[in-house]
């Protein structure tokens, strides 16, 4: 069926040792356990709670302990799943808000925000204490007149303060959202496709985007304007990933490409090729391994 999200964890939480969480197309979420050095994964555990696609997967870290994950799903739901002492599974609440296909998920670490988007073209910002939605949805309201994507969101980021947010739709469009508002404080036009992917400096200045007209596009978010345009790729653009503080970009296409950009405009290097569609990619910087 195919994997859309993987994540790295080695607390001692989840057993210990190099672990990989991968959301699949089967609707289950599974831990792996990594070996040391070469070999095959072990599988750990497959939590089947979901009943459709799992489309997206982050870690909740506590003082850089993984001590939860978050799950998002074709079944319109949304899932925590936090490891307990002593048990073998670990405990899974279902939050529900979206109306249709939850497909991506962003969390900022510093202030426990998580927020959710999908096909219902909103974004659900969440309370995690009690796995209900916060009293703040960035979503379009003709009541508020509040501006929103007018068609399925497909992408998600945010910064760890959780003071902006972006997101990529179905419509072209890039956002830039200020859940404290909440607002819609910006629409970035120039993408002439389904915007796949974003990504968010940590400080908040800099966006990524990529998309399926093959560009990969560097935003100025004060000024609100396109830095740099890239066609790194023959094929559609389903993601990319930030290196070295922004200087360098990692995207993956559908025809099974990974091209490494410069930011500055000095060139592009191919990486790999694999044999299916690039729709994620995780880097672990402590082991230097890519996940695709």
């Given amino acids: 069926f195919g994997v859309n999200a993987v994540a790295h964890t080695a607390d001692a939480a989840w057993g210990g040792g190099e672990q990989l969480?991968?959301?699949?197309?089967?609707?289950?979420?599974?831990?792996?356990?990594?070996?040391?050095?070469?070999?095959?994964?072990?599988?750990?555990?497959?939590?089947?709670?979901?009943?459709?696609?799992?489309?997206?997967?982050?870690?909740?870290?506590?003082?850089?302990?993984?001590?939860?994950?978050?799950?998002?799903?074709?079944?319109?739901?949304?899932?925590?799943?936090?490891?307990?002492?002593g048990c073998s599974r670990p405990r899974c609440l279902t939050m529900r808000q979206h109306t249709d296909f939850v497909k991506a998920l962003a969390f900022a670490p510093q202030v426990r925000l998580l927020a959710s988007a999908g096909y219902d073209a909103s974004i659900v910002l969440w309370d995690l204490q009690h796995g209900t939605p916060a009293s703040k949805l960035l979503c379009g309201d003709t009541r508020t007149g509040m501006s929103c994507h007018t068609d399925s969101i497909y992408a998600l980021a945010g910064t760890p303060s959780g003071t902006l947010f972006a997101s990529g739709s179905v419509d072209t469009d890039v956002r830039l959202w200020d859940p404290r508002s909440p607002s819609c404080v910006a629409r970035l036009c120039g993408h002439t496709d389904v915007v796949r992917g974003v990504a968010l400096s940590a400080d908040g200045r800099r966006l990524l985007s990529c998309a399926s007209d093959r560009t990969l596009r560097v935003w100025s978010v004060a000024q609100r304007r396109c830095e740099a345009v890239f066609s790194p790729h023959e094929d559609s653009i389903y993601c990319c990933q930030p290196l070295r503080g922004f200087e360098r970009v990692l995207t993956g296409a559908r025809d099974g490409t990974i091209i490494e950009t410069a930011v500055d405009g000095s060139g592009s290097r191919h990486v790999c090729k694999v044999d299916a569609m690039v729709s994620r990619l995780h880097l672990h910087g402590a082991t230097n391994r890519l996940w695709v």
């Fill in 21 to 85: 969480i991968s959301a699949g197309r089967d609707g289950t979420v599974r831990c792996w356990k990594l070996p040391s050095r070469g070999g095959k994964a072990t599988q750990l555990l497959a939590l089947s709670e979901h009943t459709d696609w799992v489309n997206d997967l982050v870690l909740m870290e506590e003082h850089d302990v993984t001590t939860a994950f978050v799950t998002a799903s074709s079944d319109c739901t949304v899932k925590l799943w936090r490891a307990e002492a």
